[in-house]
């Protein structure tokens, strides 16, 4: 199937046209035409539906030029979406933040930056001070600074073991709160996350 | 070949210069042998603790000037066979030995020593880079008490971060009765921010002020808890595998109480 170009599929809804992007465009029009030429009453006045069985996806311009080819050989044929995400991906990018693990426990008077998320698989001791442009996540307990969304984005969250107070100081985006003794909510999971609500930090605990 | 041990606190006043003195002391009394050095120079105070203050002539800032040879500046404790002190100058600042001198006195030291001992000054500046320079160990010197804990948490990630591995803990000044009200943290508490390996708990005792301001190690008192805690670590340092001191509070009996009561205590 994956060394095809193209291979077509018939159902109830009318026609599978299912490309292998991976091919080159000229690879798969040729094959497209090969497919036509082969069987022309088949395709006449058929709904051709365009997908993708790859991990490749078109590009907008090329899912163009495929439904002008055969909008061009049919008369009254009808070529509805390649699918949809294909078409979204071309407009907004799904962007992969570069994600940084950090080794054992962070302490006092020690500074992290990192432009993406930060794992930290240890402590944030108290004096520490951690900066991330995503998010962090700290497998252990919060004492020191932790400042996630740095660059402003206020979608960025902060998940640990436990913030500690008094000493834990969280920072979303431009917000700043200080960690609260809470005795109401159990926090039995051993999972907090600061996130914002409502433009304030919000801490809930997993129980 | 010796072992380099530098103890070290980032806080002043929380018992170094004691747990040199008496860690070196205690080692020389199973048997090694050992050379102190004060590398708070400037502020130099190992010699008081260990009575030896009077016996100085040379110095280490005199070593690393060619003044002298380092052998002739050792000054040998007479009560501690094996135990020996290379004090610090008194009348310079930290910025006269340089950590390069610092690894060279230490490598020379090691040849003939089996535990070289390194009593560092407080704060993270020039003396303490000093101090640490040649260590293969360190002993971090704390209290139960929220300042110290942060400064050792800084010197641990300091320690950490010049690829030294072992470093041990050591926690001064404990307090159970304190523990027990919820008023003090609790070795537990401090291992937990810590995290590294604890080699020693030394409970608070008078014994500590009375054998320093006499120049005697403690570990030589046999009825002072702290020295037993003391003996302790340095079988530790030593590899042997120690239980630590119960430091619970005993609860009073009837009886006991009793009897404090017609004492009018």
Known sequence: ?207 | MGRIITITSGKGGVGKTTATANIGAGLALMGKSVVLIDADIGLRNLDVVLGLENRIVFDIVDCVEGNCKLRSALIRDKRYEGLFLLPAAQTREKDAVTPEQMIQICTELKESFDYVLIDCPAGIEQGFKNALAGADAVLIVTTPEVSAVRDADRVIGLVESRGIEDVGLIINRVRPELIEQGDMLSVEDVCDILAIKLVGVIPNDDYIVISTNRGEPVVSIKESIAGQALGNITKRILGEEIPFLNLKVKPKGFFASLRELFSGK
């Open chain 1, 1 to 207: 199937m994956a060394t095809e170009a193209l291979s077509v599929k018939g159902d109830k809804q009318g026609i599978k046209l299912i490309i292998n992007a991976t091919f080159s465009l000229t690879e798969i029009l040729n094959e497209l035409k090969a497919k036509l030429l082969q069987n022309p009453a088949f395709f006449e006045g058929a709904a051709i539906k365009l997908e993708s069985n790859t991990l490749e996806l078109l590009s907008k311009e090329e899912y163009d030029i495929i439904t002008e080819y055969l909008q061009q050989s049919f008369q009254d044929i009808s070529v509805s979406d390649y699918r949809q995400y294909a078409v979204v991906d071309s407009e907004e990018k799904e962007e992969v933040v570069p994600t940084k693990f950090m080794m054992g426990t962070i302490r006092s008077g020690q500074h992290l930056k990192y432009p993406g998320n930060l794992i930290i698989l240890g402590d944030v001791n108290g004096g520490a001070q951690i900066e991330a442009d995503g998010n962090i996540c700290v497998m252990g307990v919060v004492r020191g600074t932790v400042h996630a969304g740095f660059a402003g984005d206020d979608r960025a969250f902060i998940s640990c073991k436990r913030f500690e107070a008094p000493q834990a100081q969280i920072r979303i985006a431009s917000l700043i709160v200080r960690a609260e003794q809470d005795d109401k909510t159990e926090n039995t999971a051993g999972l907090e996350i600061a996130h914002i609500e409502n433009e304030t930090i919000v801490v809930f605990s997993k129980e």
